[in-house]
């Protein structure tokens, strides 16, 4: 199937530069696959020793003395202090090496931008933000190249050059930036200069890079799937509660995209039975995204903005974030409900760009919700915090070509069973 050209994931349009060297050997491939389970082994399980390393990948010892020795030379892998104290001789761990490689991940939200520049053990090294009412594209175009740039040089400093470290970008953004622009205030011409773009057409040609490009929701669900709870759970649905609400799903330790990338489209799904003299009813965006909350702030001559930090549980704004608490949450549990029945799934989990706290009052309210509606035939659904928060689409979108360069299944994002 050919994606849109403007709105669909697309590949890089160039390899990225292999940090796992090619070796002369008809087995190469066999060879970089190999390295790859022992990278994704030592990334799951933290430091190991090569021992251990054997036993969780079902290779040989003398393959693991090869194939460390290889990592090592490619300075992916360090050397830890020996361990001592056990029967025989004292182990030595390996390790990920944080400046083993680095990759950019960007996030074009419609209040914000966010870059950061990500290790190999996806630790955040640096970040760029840039707030706005929503993004004018004459603008932010330009600001996307002298941040990238700028995380780029920060990677040269007196204690050496790693810019070759960088394997790629990853852009996040919403597939309808222009989307719903009467909602927003916008004009025709300002959402068609968005819906016309290939964005990750116009970030390529910002940097010799290769640049991947996922929904920004889908890319928050793949860093809860490789940095936070998609280590225990299979199977779940994922909620983000932005400017606008939406989702991810995974099945089978999978990120499920479908036909058009678009899986977990949760903004679009209709809160009631639509009849032909009744017009069309609601959908979840219009009762449990923070644009909501912001109308609440503004309406009441207050910084519309606390919406997104801790001021929305303090008073003067705790009152209005309360009174939309009460709003969302039915609506976001009658998704949760409706998500069960379609996919009996082990959890859904709920992130946002919110506070902690004000997630946490959301969740309660939201499993309060829940018994409102009937669960006949149903399983009750395990409601999870996010383990990320504002930071996900951005963790995310760096983490794809990490996983590009690094993983053993490209689609698994970091998920192979070893």
Not at 237 to 253: A, E, P, Q
Not at 290 to 310: F, K, N, S
Request: hydrophobic share 45%; glycine share 8%; aromatic share 6%.
């Amino acid at each position: 199937m050919t994606p849109e050209p403007q709105h669909a994931p697309t590949e890089p349009a160039q390899a990225a530069p292999p940090l796992l060297r090619q070796r002369g050997s008809n087995h190469v491939g066999m060879r970089q696959f190999n390295e790859r389970v022992v990278l994704q082994a030592i990334r799951q399980n933290g430091s190991l020793p090569k021992a251990d390393i054997a036993r969780l990948t079902g290779l040989t010892a003398q393959t693991i003395g090869l194939i460390t020795t290889r990592l090592e030379d490619d300075g992916l892998l360090v050397r830890q202090d020996r361990v001592r104290g056990r029967i025989g001789q004292p182990s030595v761990p390996l390790a990920l090496n944080p400046d083993g490689a680095f990759s950019i991940g960007i996030k074009i939200g419609r209040r914000s931008a966010d870059w950061l520049l990500v290790d190999f053990t996806g630790r955040v090294r640096a970040r760029h933000t840039l707030a706005y009412a929503f993004p004018d594209s004459q603008t932010l175009l330009p600001a996307l190249a002298k941040h990238m740039n700028e995380l780029c040089q920060s990677l040269q400093n007196d204690a050496g050059d790693l810019r070759d470290r960088l394997v790629g970008v990853g852009v996040a953004a919403p597939f309808q930036m222009g989307g719903w622009h009467k909602m927003l205030g916008l004009s025709g011409t300002q959402a068609r200069s968005w819906n016309d773009m290939d964005l990750r057409a116009e970030v390529q040609a910002m940097t010799d890079l290769p640049v991947s490009f996922a929904k920004d929701t889908s890319a928050a669900c793949v860093a809860e799937l490789v940095a936070g709870h998609g280590r225990d759970l299979k199977s779940f649905l994922y909620l983000f509660v932005d400017t606008f609400v939406g989702g991810g799903l995974v099945i089978n330790s999978h990120l499920h995209g479908g036909v058009h990338g678009n899986a977990g489209a949760v903004a679009s799904v209709p809160l009631a039975v639509a009849h032909n003299t009744a017009g069309r009813p609601e959908q979840l965006l219009s009762l449990a995204s923070l644009w909501e909350l912001e109308q609440r702030l503004r309406a009441c001559g207050l910084d519309p903005t606390a919406a997104y930090d801790e001021r929305a549980m303090v008073a003067p704004f705790e009152a209005e974030t309360q009174a939309w608490i009460a709003h969302a949450a039915p609506a976001l549990a009658h998704c949760v409900v409706s998500g069960t029945a379609f996919l009996d799934l082990d959890a859904v989990v709920i992130d946002g760009s919110f506070c902690r706290p004000l997630l946490q009052r959301l969740i309660e309210a939201i499993r309060a919700a829940l018994p409102i509606y009937s669960w006949e035939g149903l399983w009750p659904a395990t409601l999870v915090e996010g383990s990320i928060g504002s930071d996900a689409r951005a963790l995310g979108g760096a983490l794809l070509p990490l996983h590009a360069n690094f993983a053993p299944d490209r689609d698994l994002f970091l998920k192979a069973a070893v």
